[in-house]
């Protein structure tokens, strides 16, 4: 079991959000609208420029063919000639192998976000900021899952991002908490109808599927509403936002079919906003699992499920999610060829380099089990 990240990594990153005037915390939710103007984004080309600069650090698909033959030790030494070597250096003396390339990857992570930060102008902040919040949610999705599963406070604190926008005082106060109705009730931003009516459902299930999915629509919901205040930008950014709904959607519609979970609690979690029209998505619900791909066909995601919908046979559920993810990591990479002074190259830029990420650790954990390469290939994201 990796150990935590040092509380320390966790707290610099807060206090810079802190000190930089953006702490999205309870008290502060609506500060774009107490701007009381719109926010003009695109008058930074000093920023977006050296955001492309950052992009061009990330790992190239041959770069992938490289790793995926490597050994895990091998993996660490490459890494070190690309942009990880600096958290290497700090953290080698306390930790070795797959967990110092685990925490390598994460707090690379959290510094290079840090670094937009920095470096962006106040209101290119704004974004970032609001990109940054899903850690929060993640956070405290990871404190709940370990109070399901009886994990213990260091444990727990093993497991979090030293990504946030809340300060680390916030998530230690949920971590004290005794139970899973304890920690969410406590988190003090969500509406009582929602609160009750999630942990209802976790009362008579025994399952966070309602909790995270609240947590999920919360996060969203919070920066709709925040970007309605910005410029043009915000239009983009929107966009982005409402792919993520659409894979999430279908992911879940997917997964509950296959589940023969009824369709009310199906239109329960379903995200009410996205790209896919409504009419469509009540057509899903109504389906079974080929006629959801069918559905699919007539949308955005017709070049994703195509194969699907010529197989006979099971359809890998794996398989489609990733192709999915592929389909936003294409979405996100066109944000960036299309609109290179923008601040759409800052959002593509953070996507990117969270899946780089997320490609890595999975790369590691395999190579750790002794799973074959061309597996492995299947499970990440380029």
């Known amino acids: 079991m990796p150990r935590s990240l040092a509380r320390d990594e966790r707290s610099e990153f807060a206090r810079n959000s802190q000190r930089l005037g953006f702490l999205l915390n309870r008290k502060n939710f609506n500060f774009l609208r107490k701007m009381g103007k719109p926010v ?32 895990p030790d091998e993996i660490g ?21 797959v967990e110092l390339i685990e925490r390598t990857l994460q ?25 940054l919040k899903r850690y929060d949610i993640y956070n405290i999705k990871t404190i709940i899952r370990a109070k399901f599963s009886n994990m213990s406070m260091e444990d727990t ?50 399952s966070l599927v309602y909790i995270e999915n609240t947590l ?8 709709f509403s925040q970007l309605r205040y910005l ?33 009310q609690n199906i239109k329960d979690l379903i995200f009410t906003v996205g790209t896919i029209k409504k009419d469509t998505i009540d057509k899903m619900m109504k389906s079974d699992i080929p006629g959801i791909i069918k559905e699919l066909e007539e949308t955005d995601f017709k070049e994703v499920v195509e194969n699907y ?14 192709d999915l993810d592929r389909f936003l990591l294409q979405q996100s990479k066109k944000l960036i060829r299309q609109h290179p002074m923008s601040v759409d190259v800052i959002l593509g830029y953070m996507f990117l380099k969270d899946i ?26 380029i």
Do not use: C, W
């Open 216 to 223: 999920d629509k919360f996060y969203f919901n919070f920066v």
């Open 309 to 322: 919908g010529k197989e006979s046979g099971k359809i890998s559920f794996t398989d489609l999610e990733m």
């Open 157 to 206: 604190k093993k497991y979090l991002s030293p990504i946030s926008v809340e300060e680390t005082a916030f998530f230690d106060k949920l971590i004290a908490q005794k139970t899973v109705e304890d920690v969410f009730s406590s988190l003090g931003f969500l509406k009582e109808k929602d609160l009750r009516s999630a942990l209802e459902h976790f009362k008579t299930s025994n």
């Open 40 to 71: 003009i984004l695109q008058q930074y080309p000093y920023t977006y420029l050296r955001t492309i600069v950052m992009k061009k650090n990330l790992l190239t698909k041959s770069d992938y063919d490289k790793v995926l033959k490597m050994t």
């Open 231 to 263: 410029s043009m930008e915000g239009k983009v950014y929107k966009r982005f936002l409402l792919n993520e709904i659409d894979v999430l959607n279908v992911k879940l519609l997917l997964r509950l079919k296959e589940e023969n979970i009824p369709e």
């Open 77 to 97: 030494k490459y890494l070190e000639d690309f942009e990880y070597k600096k958290e290497v250096d700090e953290l080698a003396m306390e930790y070795k192998g």
């Open 107 to 131: 707090l690379n992570l959290g510094n290079k976000f840090n670094k937009l930060l920095i470096m962006s102008p106040h209101d290119l902040k704004v974004v970032v900021t609001l990109y």
């Open 356 to 381: 780089e990420v997320k490609n890595l650790t999975r790369i590691i954990k395999a190579k750790q089990l002794g799973m074959e390469e061309s597996f492995i290939e299947k499970t990440i994201v």
